[in-house]
């Protein structure tokens, strides 16, 4: 029986697959091959074809034109045509992937997300031992473009849900609207809608030196104003067919629709595709009115600015004194080599395989309230980050097994103060494991929470030794 897909887990490739084609703009060939990433890796393109293969991460601050697609830049670097293949992952429930490409462009193939869809399924996706944490939207956040008419809303929703609506005052097209009420459904609704673009639009494109790659069976091309033989003789040559026929329906060479909304549907993938440029999954519930690659890079700028705003907030340790705690002082002590005045965690209230929270109520007795801003009390930035390498030193040694340790530091990076510690606060210490415990060595992420808000963050490395 095939293990049940957990939405809550991270997840990856079985194996590195290929997939080679055109790229729709520069008309190159190259090679795309996805490979599997560890947990948190995320999705990063790597260009093979240069010295030093450099890497460009899927990330919506990277985004330098949106003009026909969205491209990547990253010093000097560029990667273009990325929301097909990013959307195809996004929708297949893969989160972490390192896609290798040897040109600048990622092949258009059918113009659609359906042939990368196949390649992950001809991968396979691994669930990966990492929780995947999923970020809510807790308030509206609005997109407009009165140039572009274009409006865009993120709202809360136990899901990642899509609507997008499309009105190009277009005989042909009329207006359309498509939905994904979940994601787990993009494969069958979405994934094989087609790119589209109008006949008046090949024009400046062909004057522009874009679409080398163009080819009817790569695009679906909305036919909306009479073409005489001239105009079919030149779109013979551009597309290098025989024939090339419009009839009444309007598109060219009276192409087969896979829905009778497959350009709403299209725009919705291009959506999916841009949005995973934030960086962080998301619960949310997308209205896109009239999107487009630049209306949804900037969405997604905003979004991106939102949960950097105010993850932390959803990360907030919650402290109930009346309830026995996980380890209390005598544990602690047993625990650590620390003793007064240098013993700062009275009790730790979270225990997991992968985080701690640790309890340190600071009161105005403390000893180093003596000397440091003597009638200005202030707890020292650096006995902050003490009382956190403490709770994260009992983390990894009871994550050692057996036997009695000490922990000792090697490295404090990221390290930021916020928010001032005064006596009366209650600082909760959360410290989260970085990447699994190998040869001794811990990596940790910590931060340090009093009334709600971040006092302090940092990144810490230390070594467990036995005693």
């Keep these: 029986m095939a293990k049940t897909f957990n939405p809550d887990k991270q997840h990856t490739l079985c194996s590195a697959v290929t997939i080679s084609g055109t790229g729709l703009h520069t008309g190159i060939l190259a090679d795309l091959t996805l490979h599997p990433a560890n947990p948190g890796f995320g999705f990063q393109f790597k260009r093979t074809d240069l010295p030093n293969q450099p890497v460009i991460k899927a990330d919506c601050d990277l985004v330098t034109d949106t003009s026909r697609g969205t491209t990547l830049e990253s010093e000097g670097v560029k990667v273009s045509t990325i929301e097909h293949v990013l959307a195809a992952l996004v929708g297949m429930g893969v989160d972490n992937c390192l896609m290798e490409i040897n040109g600048p462009e ?51 929703a136990m899901e990642y849900q899509i609507t997008t609506l499309i009105d190009f005052n277009s005989p042909v097209l009329g207006t359309q609207h498509a939905g994904l009420k979940s994601i787990r459904d993009f494969k069958k609704e979405i994934a094989t809608c087609r790119t589209f673009c109008f006949l008046h639009e090949l024009e400046a494109l062909i004057d522009n030196n874009l679409i080398k790659g163009g080819d009817v069976n790569n695009a679906i091309v909305v036919v909306d104003k009479p073409v005489e033989g001239e105009e079919l003789e030149r779109l013979k040559k551009i597309f290098k067919k025989d024939k090339i026929e419009v009839k009444s329906e309007g598109y060219l060479n009276n192409l087969d629709l896979r829905f009778p909304n497959e350009p709403a549907r299209h725009k919705l993938l291009d959506v999916v595709g841009d949005l995973a440029l934030v960086g962080y999954p998301i619960k949310a519930r997308i209205i896109a009115n009239r999107p487009g690659h630049s209306s949804n890079v900037a969405f997604a700028r905003k979004i991106k600015q939102y949960i950097k705003k105010n993850k932390h907030t959803r990360d ?45 109520n600071v009161t105005f007795n403390e000893w180093f309230f003596q000397g440091h801003f003597p009638g200005n009390p202030v707890m020292p930035g650096v006995l902050q980050i003490e009382a956190l390498a403490q709770c994260g030193g009992i983390l990894a040694i009871n994550l050692s097994g057996e036997g009695e340790y000490n922990t000792y530091f090697l490295k404090i990076d990221n390290c930021k103060f916020k928010q001032m510690v005064k006596p009366g606060d209650t600082l909760l210490l959360k410290m989260e494991l970085a990447a699994p415990i190998r040869r001794g060595i811990c990596e940790m992420k910590g931060t340090i929470y009093a009334g709600g808000k971040v006092c302090a963050e940092a990144d810490l490395v230390a070594q467990i030794v036995k005693k």
Excluded at 122 to 147: C, M, P, R
Excluded at 343 to 359: F, P, R, Y
């Design 106 to 156: 990622i092949p258009i193939m059918d113009g659609s997300s359906g042939p990368f869809v196949e390649l992950i399924e001809k991968a396979g996706v691994l669930e990966q031992d990492a929780t995947k944490v999923w970020y809510s939207i807790d308030e509206n956040i609005f997109h407009y473009d009165e140039g572009k008419r274009v409006e865009m809303v993120a709202m809360p």
């Design 316 to 360: 907030v340790p919650t402290y109930d004194p009346s309830v026995p705690p996980v380890f209390d002082h005598q544990y602690i002590e047993k625990t650590l080599p620390h003793r007064f005045p240098f013993a700062l965690v009275d009790k730790v209230i979270e225990l997991s395989d992968t985080h701690i929270v640790g309890v340190k």
